[in-house]
């Protein structure tokens, strides 16, 4: 409970306020209430207040009954009133209120002295009004925090802090904030920032809004962050280290800088992602000893709301942890999971909206779909007990290597790729090393190389999403459509033999291409091809090729396999300049009218370039 000090249009507040005194003819009423109950209040006092007023009444209608009223009043509204006779001359009288069942506003105290003769209405002699007097507030202000409005800014990056606080009622009185309105924040050190805005209300009433935002060291990005152990000397502070953590230097011989953990119960806590939704955590361990969890969705870390994902020898579990200190678990494989101790392990764990998902060594694959999912927080790894129950030992871990990928923002989680062609997916997942469980479109992230050749492929859908291929090889299946390769722009190399391939137009925005390997199919049309200016080296021999005035301006050209098509006219060839000494192109097995002086005229001029010719 408190109030406003310094109560709106009222001067200097004495002990007890006194109204100016109004006089018709010799009647006045002069109205006193005391200081301490003016101002505004966010709850009602626990004492009635008195509410005094000194009338005098020496006019010659004397004779006449006298009476005066108290109201207490909101805006023209008269919330509760108190009448008490009065007699001839002069008095001092009151009245407590108390009670204070009235709703939120402000509030005047009127007294008014009135005069009744016998038989008649009575009349106003004289009122005072003390207006206004008092105010109930029970709302707190409204804060809106418009800069920094941003989950992420550069370290270094100018922002201005912009804010407003506003009270409808009682008014704001005081603003408290990080940094005053339209001075920059803090952006001068990486990590976690938080700014912060306090208002309170002339009721004292008072609202608080923190705004957290990350600030990025240089290296740092939206996407996936490649801050491994190796880096620690520049990006160590993204770890707050219990004194159960430590960094090690060399580990097993080829594992530098190792995030060691002991004990029980000691943490490894991320410092800079307290507002982190979904992301990815990749890192390799090896338990010694006891377990180690790693936390996601770490909350407040003195009551902590978290998902825990727990190792122990030949365990994995996943368990949810509300305060306080409420546990629910999930899922529990004890004893049925290939997680020796002593020896390191590939882990992947994700969360991504409420779905959790543990993945070992690139086969055993535990998963959990959280219907009250926890929103957002950290991640932390935790050592805990000996698994032996021996509060006196502890755990025994290391871990390297952690990669941490976080959504861009406004970008969609992960999702499952499927591949209808058995083939396809039996070769993705040799690639990728990853001989069951389903296929994320994160796991083709860096999957660069792709051999098919070993099955004939018929299908290739879901290829599209292996966006980061630069060679792709394969054939002598039945493909009619080729629209999936349309995705792999950074494509460099592409080999597919005898596959009944006919439109190759979707290769047409494929600008990186430089070798083009597509023998034995039922290519007709080759338009598509006319903007690969890249290209240096085109296999497309065996098709049913008539017109290649497509490759007229592709000047890298190297070498040209053309032979056993229906093409019967090679002027393009000599049009494009590019085609000279040192290349090779083949042409036999066309139609061809060597009989034709023009014919015979183009052979010739290519040969005398210095291309190296087969055309018979």
Not at 335 to 359: A, M, N
């Amino acid at each position: 409970m408190s109030r406003c000090a310094a109560w709106k249009g009222l001067g200097v507040v004495l002990a007890t306020v006194m109204l100016g005194v109004a006089v018709v003819g010799e009647d006045s009423i002069e109205l006193a209430v005391p200081s301490e109950f003016l101002g505004w209040w966010s709850a009602p006092p626990s004492d009635p207040f008195q509410v005094a007023a000194e009338y005098v009444s020496e006019s010659p209608e004397s004779r006449c009954g006298r009476f005066v009223v108290f109201d207490i009043m909101r805006s023209e509204e008269v919330i509760d009133s108190y009448e008490q006779p009065v007699g001839a001359g002069g008095d001092t009288v009151g009245n407590a209120f108390g009670g204070w069942e009235w709703p939120e506003g402000e509030y005047s105290i009127r007294a008014g002295l009135y005069g009744r003769e016998s038989g008649a209405d009575c009349f106003p002699c004289d009122e005072d009004i003390l207006n206004p007097a008092f105010g109930l507030d029970f709302t707190d202000p409204q804060v809106i925090v418009l800069a920094p409005s941003l989950p992420e800014y550069e370290l270094g990056e100018v922002v201005y802090a912009s804010f407003t606080a506003s009270d409808v009622l009682s008014g704001v009185s005081v603003i408290d904030s990080t940094v005053e309105c339209g001075q920059p924040i803090d952006t001068s050190t990486p990590g976690v920032h938080e700014f912060a805005v306090t208002a309170t209300d002339c009721a004292g009433n008072q609202t608080t809004r923190v705004v957290q935002y990350y600030v990025k060291a240089s290296a740092d990005s939206a996407g996936a962050d490649t801050n491994s152990l190796e880096s620690w000397s520049t990006g160590g502070w993204n770890w707050n280290l219990w004194p159960g953590w430590r960094m090690l230097g060399v580990v097993d011989g080829d594992h530098d800088f190792v995030l060691s953990g002991e004990g029980r119960w000691q943490w490894a806590v991320r410092k800079d992602g307290f507002n982190w939704t979904d992301c990815t955590v990749v890192f390799r361990v090896k338990l010694v000893s006891g377990g180690v969890h790693l936390n996601f969705r770490v909350g407040d870390l003195t009551k902590r709301t978290r998902y825990l994902v727990g190792f122990r020898e030949n365990t994995v579990y996943i368990d949810k942890e509300l305060p306080p200190d409420t546990y629910t678990g999930l899922v529990n494989r004890a004893g049925q999971v290939p997680f020796g101790l002593g020896v390191w392990h590939d882990v992947t764990v994700s969360v991504w909206g409420g779905e959790l998902t543990v993945e070992i060594d690139h086969s055993y694959q535990l998963k959990y779909t959280d219907p009250c999912p926890l929103r957002k927080g950290t991640i932390a790894f935790e050592t805990t007990d000996n698994p032996r129950g021996s509060f006196a030992g502890g755990s025994e871990v290391y871990v390297d290597d952690v990669v941490i990928a976080r959504p861009v923002p406004g970008a969609a989680p992960p999702f499952v790729v499927r591949f209808p062609d058995p083939g396809l997916e039996v070769a993705v997942r040799n690639a990728i090393h990853r001989p069951c469980g389903d296929i994320l479109n994160t796991d083709l992230i860096g999957l660069e190389v792709l051999g098919t050749d070993a099955w004939p492929i018929a299908n290739l859908e879901g290829i599209q999403h292996c966006i980061d291929l630069t060679y792709l090889s394969g054939g002598r299946g039945q493909i009619r459509d080729i629209s999936p390769l349309s995705a792999l722009g950074n494509l460099t190399h592409l080999y597919w033999n005898d596959s009944g391939i006919a439109n190759i137009n979707p290769l047409s925005g494929l600008s990186k291409l430089e070798v083009l390997s597509l023998p034995d199919n039922d290519i007709v049309s080759i338009g598509g091809l006319s903007g690969l200016a890249n290209l240096t080296k085109l296999d497309l021999r065996d098709n049913q090729i008539v017109d290649i005035s497509a490759l007229s301006g592709l000047a890298k050209l190297e070498s040209l396999c053309l032979y056993r098509n229906e093409i019967h006219d090679i002027g393009p060839l000599v049009a494009n300049t590019g085609i000279g000494s040192g290349d090779s192109v083949w042409i036999w097995g066309n139609q061809l009218d060597l009989d034709s002086p023009q014919v015979m005229l183009d052979i010739l001029e290519l040969i005398n370039r210095g291309v190296t010719l087969y055309w018979e």
